[in-house]
């Protein structure tokens, strides 16, 4: 199974991965058409990262290569979230960010 990949215009370490169509058509489609509003918004802007093969056989480094597959096929994409302790919701704001 092919799929894009896209990283996220908001948050560090969250990609879509996007189930890439057989025709060349669809190239230039928005890849977040497949996302309802609530999850595009929090998404962001999407930024091309690559293009990848998903196969049984060569494992993801952060999620479950099935897992991935089985949503491509059945959602038509996969959003993987930023890995736990990436954030620390403790961490004091930067100076110039207060209030912001």
Excluded: W
Aim: a negative charge; proline letters at 7%.
């Amino acid at each position: 199974m092919h799929c894009d990949i896209y990283k996220s215009g908001k948050k560090d370490e969250m990609y879509l991965y996007v189930a890439r169509a057989d025709n060349a058509e669809n190239e230039h489609a928005d890849p977040l058409s497949v996302l309802s509003d609530p999850l595009r918004v929090a998404f962001g802007r999407a930024t091309f990262v690559m293009h990848l093969e998903l196969s049984e056989s060569r494992p993801l480094a952060r999620v479950n290569v099935l897992h991935v597959i089985d949503s491509l096929q059945t959602k038509g994409f996969f959003i993987q979230m930023p890995p736990d302790g990436l954030i620390n919701p403790n961490a004091v704001e930067p100076e110039g960010l207060r209030g912001a």
